[in-house]
C-alpha cells in the first residue's frame, strides 16, 4: 500500500529522477536560484534544505554526506564556504518555492526555487 508516501517519480526512472534532483539542487546552491516547474521544485526543495543543514556544522562526517548526493566538488566548497555562512543563525527555512504561472508551450505550472536571503 502507498499510504503517506510523498515523493514525486516525476515520469522518470529512479537513476534519471536522481540525476535530475542531484542538477536542481547543485544549480540551486551555486546560482541562488532556479527556474523549473512546480513539481520538480518541490520534490528538490526537501532535499537543499537538507544539504544546507548538514553544511553548518562543518565536520568530515557532512561533508562525507553532501558529497555522497553532491558530486561535483565545486558545488561542495561553495556549499560549505558562502551557503552556509549566510545560514548560520537561522534554523531551517533555507529556500523559497514561488510560482511563477504557466509555460506557454504545455502550459505546465513553472516555479522558482530560490534561496531567502
Known amino acids: 500500500m502507498r499510504h503517506r508516501l ?5 515520469s522518470r526512472p529512479s537513476s534519471q529522477r536522481k540525476a535530475l534532483l542531484r542538477n536542481l539542487v547543485s544549480d540551486a546552491i551555486m546560482y541562488g536560484r532556479i527556474k523549473t516547474t512546480k513539481a520538480k521544485a518541490k520534490e528538490a526543495r526537501p532535499i537543499l534544505e537538507k544539504m544546507i543543514t ?6 568530515f562526517n557532512s ?3 553532501v558529497s555522497e ?3 561535483d566538488k565545486s558545488v561542495v566548497d561553495h556549499l ?4 552556509a555562512e549566510k545560514f548560520l543563525e537561522r534554523n531551517g527555512g533555507y529556500s523559497r518555492i514561488v510560482s511563477m504561472g504557466n509555460r506557454q508551450g504545455d502550459n ?7 534561496l531567502v536571503d
Open 54 to 59: 548538514l553544511s553548518k556544522t562543518k565536520d
Open 69 to 71: 548526493f553532491i558530486t
Open 80 to 83: 560549505f564556504e558562502i551557503v
Open 63 to 65: 561533508i562525507r554526506k
Open 108 to 114: 505546465a505550472e513553472i516555479a522558482i526555487l530560490e
Open 6 to 10: 510523498s515523493n514525486n517519480k516525476l
